[in-house]
């Protein structure tokens, strides 16, 4: 019986949405404000995780598909659940690609990118072959690890003197219309509106009581961070963090202290590598469980597919400018009716068809468990 556990989804909330984060200077095109447009982001988040919560205590023994099935009926649940696997996979897909020109620009870049996405897709896939509980585990461990190393790098960044607050100014030079313009939709899309993977995993929970609770602390902490790293990296960079395609390692790599410690974007390149690794584990689970639960095909049958799919299609875009181009513009739009429409729709249905249940302590069945 898999359960997981009111602080492994607490760590698993924050370590999702910061993700793969560190790889871009979000809010970018409103320059030295763009710490601004990612608190405007992540406020807007706020109003979308609350979505995600009512939605899910309407019938807090419900997953995703079950709550389709409510609010929308049988045969509209499999068209919507299966676009969801499908935009999960897809999701997945972004980060299996991220990590592939991640490892080629920075370690391996002798090696090719198919082996390298190969061995991240092979340890994903034993991972969510092992199901829900294992996943959230190694989350837990590997969280200790990432929150010791940011801290330790933030700290070296700091004894070195490179963050300059005059780099965050003037504030709001050009009014506050342009940083609004830089949050929404794109930073509200990516990361502040991606919980929606989390329809998935509440009916999991061992306490489901405390569902509110891990999701709003989880969300506040993980959007603190993204502000922080935001602002630091534009107090060191400047207007080159913008251009920077890797812009906290440049930050690292001016790190050096007494002339030992040094050659810290390994560092670096790790905690992305993690960052990575969580974000597309979840959304290839998130995809196995609904395909498992719309058609009730073996869980492990249904993970290989599904790894299958995103393996093979993260060759389709030509390089990694066609990439970014797909992944920050047109993508971040689309990601929207998914993440944002949708949900909002079956609350509202919800509200009529689904009448309200008391929240239990339930444990999860073993079935449910297998299949997680």
Known sequence: MNRIGSYQLFVMVIMFHIGSTPLFLLGSKAKQDSWIAVVIGAVAGVIVMTVFVALQQRKPDAGLIELLRLTVGRWMAVVI????????????????????????????????????????????????????????RTTQLLFIVVLGSYFLLGMLVLLKGLPNVRMLRPVL???????????????????????????????????RKAIRKTAYWGYTAGALFIV??????????GPLAAVSALPYLEVVQLVQVANFVERLDVVVTLLLFIGLYIKLTAFYLGAAIVLRELFHISYKWGAVIIGAAIYGTSFLER??????????????????????????????????????TKQTNTPVSAAEGKAG
């Open 81 to 136: 659940g299966l676009l969801y696997a499908v935009f999960f996979a897809y999701q997945s897909m972004r980060n299996v690609r991220d990590f592939g020109e991640l490892t080629s620009l920075s370690l391996l870049q002798n090696s090719p990118k198919w082996i390298i996405m190969g061995i991240i897709m092979f340890i994903a896939w034993y991972t969510v072959i092992n199901g829900n509980e294992s996943f959230f």
């Open 173 to 207: 030079e050009q009014g506050l219309m342009p940083v609004v313009r830089a949050a929404l939709p794109d930073i509200f899309s990516f990361p502040f509106t991606q919980g929606v993977i989390f329809l998935v995993f509440w009916k999991f929970a061992a306490n």
């Open 228 to 237: 922080l790293m935001n602002a630091m990296i534009v107090s060191v960079l």
């Open 319 to 356: 390089n990694n400018t066609v990439h970014l181009w797909i992944g920050l513009g047109i993508s971040l739009k689309v990601s929207l009716v998914m993440q944002v429409g949708i949900p909002v729709v079956l609350l509202l249905l919800a509200a009529f068809r689904i009448r309200g």
